[in-house]
């Protein structure tokens, strides 16, 4: 198979203009993930003063929108089509139906207005995710995954940055700026369906499909039973026990955040949305600076380690000492740095190169499933966790962090410097 897919854009040496604009295109699925849900949560407090939202409704909202369940439906079905009918289908036309979706939450009227559109939006998103991640490994020259998955974990740190940023200006307008700021991610999301129509599918998909159609020497089995092997469930197992833990701290980040920002000197607006832009922004310099420049040629095991122990530590800080603003500050500084090079960017490398090309997209969907879903369960019972206090809820997001670290480190493959091709034939060569 080296042979037949060398003419690939960037398969072979280093990356041409090409492919970081491919990349690009296809990583911008998530700045409009992120995006959506910082969006989502911004645009709430003025949906429940505009619209009288209950609890309920609130708590299913988060539950069913980006963040969760709506997206891990959305990424189990459109990670299936991408490896049956190819990428390109999925990653462009999918953005015609995100920006359908939003169009709901601009002229949102009414609450059942903003459920559906959040529902809409959420599938969109989870659909791209897969179809973008299978194409960014694909296409990135063998020896530079991880520096092309960066670029796109950089893009999604970037969403909630320029969200934020947008709702500050913008809050002088209410409903209106919120309107604003969801109508620029649907104009960007339809832009993208024209700039991804130029794109090219993925050669190395093409090649699998016409390997298995011939039924050539080796094909590649594309059933959906055949991701059901031992050697893959334990694959899948491992990534969505790392990721799952992970995000339970990350999706419950966001009701202690605020508190914090409350705490240490009743920060203003402004000071709230400055220093969650600072982390925001650390975090895409320490995906930049290492995670960029050494996942593919150090080992990634102890780079993960070293990511899972700074963010325990930085995670233990608020469990331990009182809640001061030196405190906040360095707890704010190693979990933005460590998430930088750990668990989310080396989830979305691994998660390519652990299944063959025909599995691998209809492979991360599972797993994306089933981390947004149980996140999306999990959202109905953090305000309970919130009300055992801050001390007590610090140490369970520490728990979560150290579970994850410690799956992540002993389950840790050593693919830095490998091509696909001969990961394949690792996967395939007898035990």
Request: proline share 4%.
């Amino acid at each position: 198979m080296t042979a037949t897919i060398a003419g690939q854009p960037g398969q072979a040496g280093g990356s041409k203009p090409e492919d970081w604009k491919n990349t690009i295109l296809a990583g911008l699925a998530n700045y409009i993930d992120s995006g959506s849900i910082v969006a989502g949560s911004a645009a709430l407090a003025l949906w429940v003063e505009a619209y009288h939202l209950d609890n309920n409704l609130v708590g299913l909202l988060g539950a069913f929108g980006p963040n969760a369940i709506a997206a891990g439906i959305g990424a189990l079905i459109g990670g299936r089509m991408c490896d049956l009918f190819g990428r390109k289908k999925i990653y462009q036309y999918d953005m015609l139906f995100y920006a359908f979706g939003m169009l709901w939450l601009i002229f949102a009227m009414n609450a059942w207005m903003i459920v559906l559109g959040f529902f809409l939006v959420g599938l969109a998103v989870g659909a791209d995710i897969p179809a973008s991640w299978s194409l960014i490994l694909e296409m990135a020259p063998d020896r530079e995954r991880g520096k092309h998955s960066g670029v796109a974990q950089v893009l999604w740190y970037l969403g909630p940055v320029v969200v934020l940023l947008m709702f500050l200006v913008l809050s002088p307008l209410g409903l209106l700026g919120a309107r604003i700021v969801f109508a620029h991610l649907a104009i960007l999301a339809v832009a993208l369906t024209f700039l991804r129509s130029r794109m090219p599918e993925s050669e190395r998909w093409l090649e699998a499909q016409a390997s298995a159609k011939a039924g050539g020497p080796a094909p590649e089995r594309a059933r959906l039973r055949d991701l059901f092997t031992r050697q893959h469930i334990r694959s899948m197992a491992f990534l969505a026990g790392m990721y799952v833990f992970w995000n339970l701290w990350a999706g419950t980040n966001g009701f202690f955040f605020p508190y914090i920002l409350r705490t240490v000197g009743n920060q203003s607006q402004v000071a709230s949305v400055a220093i969650q832009a600072l982390s925001f922004l650390i975090g895409m310099l320490s995906i930049w600076l290492i995670f960029m420049r050494f996942s593919d040629r150090v080992n990634q095991r102890m780079m993960f380690l070293a990511s899972a122990v700074i963010q325990v530590v930085g995670m233990a800080l608020l469990a331990i000492f009182p809640l001061t603003l030196p405190v906040a500050l360095i707890h704010v500084f190693l979990m933005a740095f460590g998430q930088g090079f750990g668990a989310q960017c080396f989830f979305q490398l691994w998660s390519g190169e652990m299944f063959p090309t025909l599995l691998r997209s209809t492979a991360q969907g599972v797993m994306f499933a089933v981390v947004r879903v149980t996140l999306g369960v999990f959202s109905f019972f953090v305000p309970m966790l919130t009300a055992t206090g801050f001390t007590t809820l610090a140490w369970i997001l520490t728990g979560f962090l150290v579970i994850s670290g410690l799956i992540g480190f002993l389950g840790a493959p050593r693919n830095e410097g490998k091509s696909l091709d001969e990961l394949d034939e690792e996967r395939v060569a007898p035990a």
